[in-house]
């Protein structure tokens, strides 16, 4: 494979594979007279997987009326997805298969095959659910939270943001735990067990009181649960010290850490909320409550938005609405932040971290990795793509650390810990200047406009020339111009000494 792709070529790519709609039965597979799988390079593509992609790509159609069989086949309502380009674009760079890395890892004293599990939701609520993921590769499941209680849903419970032309990017739901009856949800967790004895299978549990939460640990330990995951965090439970009332409580954190513990002999771990300002200080309640491990992040209490014609939040309810829990991409920041948080705490230190919170790919898996993650949890993801997302977390995870040298993962656990410091420590000396690239830049003018109307007006606009003038003068390095610039037409120059 080349050393790396040029601007236009990753442009082509990633807008195409943005588009693309992730067929359950790609079209764009089936017609390929050459038995090429289309639909699973461009998946590959859409979740950052691009040399697992370009083993894929090898293809030299010749495209009949303007055409070949897969863009003819292709179900997008609007524009066919341009494959015939991105294999075209793909082709100078394919490579071999890469060999797989060991992705196992000890996690609270449990050997798991990989780090890749479901999170206690939707998406892990029943045996022939959890039957399938684990079949296609998951390392292990957090079957959806257990309890006496036993909730009636509403309807419809799901609301999305997005962006015109792309998948949502943050999501609402107003589930609550299991609504299966608690004898139906053991008997699928001792199905799982036996019938998959090498996963993990980690039972969330949610009491109300004492009683509930002891009952609750000894049910599921004798069904076989590896791990105990105490659910001290759901947003919106409709009863009376249930979810994220808990989880903002140390005292009660701890309190129920110490029954759970004092009624089964597995590991446990306390799930945190992140509706609280500092979640290190219930982390450490748990774990002086005896928890193992601790897991974070639940969902963040919110409001998705107002349909202006009823005046009713969304997704609507008979006329009404509620607060209830955000996930997806967006809150991917929100739960790096409390991981490292919690990882750099010294109370902490070494403490086992399952991380989850919109983790859609094997790059952001990893992120949650090396800031102190060594378990990690999915489920909104699942939810818009598959249990097939799998393939790519593997893939991709397991040629990381074969290109870069690793050869297990915990030596990847924490590692950029060292790199974060409080804002006070960073280096205020030095200031990286944007190099614009000239080649690149289609003279839009979103870098002057962004500059000048919330920066330091430090571009000045070549109206003949159609092309942005960096004024060093001014310039203070905040890179603004960059981050709006769609073209990738502006870069990172050298640190050097600000001038005084």
Request: net charge negative; hydrophobic share 40%.
């Amino acid at each position: 494979m080349k050393a790396e792709f040029t601007k236009y070529d990753q442009l082509v790519l990633h807008e195409e594979a943005a588009r693309c709609l992730i067929c359950h039965e790609p079209a764009c597979t089936q017609a390929c007279p050459k038995g090429i799988d289309a639909g699973k390079f461009v998946r590959s593509l859409r979740f950052d997987n691009l040399a697992g992609a370009l083993d894929k790509a090898a293809c030299d159609c010749k495209p009949e009326n303007g055409k070949a069989p897969c863009e003819s086949a292709c179900v997008h309502p609007v524009t066919p997805i341009q494959l015939t380009r991105m294999m075209k674009v793909s082709d100078p760079y394919v490579t071999g298969e890469a060999a797989a890395a060991d992705l196992s890892i000890n996690f609270c004293g449990v050997p798991c095959e990989n780090p890749f599990f479901l999170s206690s939701s939707i998406v892990a609520s029943n045996y022939e659910m959890c039957k399938k993921a684990l079949e296609m590769g998951w390392g292990g499941i957090v079957f959806k939270t257990v309890g006496v209680f036993r909730p009636v849903e509403v309807s419809p419970r799901f609301d999305s943001l997005r962006t015109p032309g792309t998948p949502f990017y943050g999501f609402k739901n107003l589930e609550q735990i299991a609504e299966h009856p608690l004898e139906e949800n053991l008997a699928f967790m001792r199905r799982l067990k036996e019938d998959f004895p090498s996963k993990i299978l980690i039972a969330s549990i949610m009491g109300e009181n004492d009683e509930e939460w002891s009952y609750l640990a000894k049910a599921v330990t004798e069904i076989g649960a590896d791990i105990i995951e105490c659910n001290f965090s759901c947003p919106h439970m409709s009863g009376d010290g249930l979810g994220s009332d808990v989880g903002q409580d140390p005292e009660l954190v701890k309190h129920y850490t110490e029954i759970v513990k004092a009624a089964t002999h597995i590991p446990v771990l306390a799930k945190m909320t992140p509706n609280i300002g500092n979640m290190e200080i219930p982390a450490i309640a748990a774990m002086k409550g005896g928890a193992d491990g601790i897991a974070a992040i639940n969902t963040i209490k919110s409001i998705a938005g107002i349909d202006m014609k009823t005046l009713t939040g969304t997704p609507e309810i008979s006329g009404k609405s509620a607060v209830s829990g955000y996930s997806g991409k967006a809150v991917k920041p929100i739960a790096l932040r409390f991981i490292h948080d919690m990882a750099q705490h010294p109370a902490l230190k070494n403490v086992p971290i399952s991380g989850m919170g919109g983790i859609e790919t094997w790059h952001d898996a990893l992120e949650f990795i090396v800031l102190g993650s060594s378990n990690i949890q999915i489920t909104t993801a699942v939810m818009q793509y598959g249990y097939r997302i799998i393939d790519d977390l593997i893939d991709g995870l397991s040629r990381f650390m074969k290109e870069n040298g690793y050869q297990t993962l915990d030596e990847l656990v924490g590692l950029a810990l060292p790199q974060m410091v409080p804002a006070d420590k960073l280096d205020r000396e030095t200031v990286v200047y944007p190099k614009f690239v000239r080649e690149n830049c289609s003279g839009c003018g979103r870098c002057y406009i962004a500059c000048y109307d919330a920066g330091h007006q430090a571009i000045r606009w070549d109206s003949e020339a159609k092309r942005p003038i960096l004024d060093g003068a001014k310039c203070v390095g905040c890179h603004l111009c960059r981050h709006v610039c769609e073209s990738e037409a502006i870069e990172v120059s050298k640190r050097v000494k600000k001038h005084t």
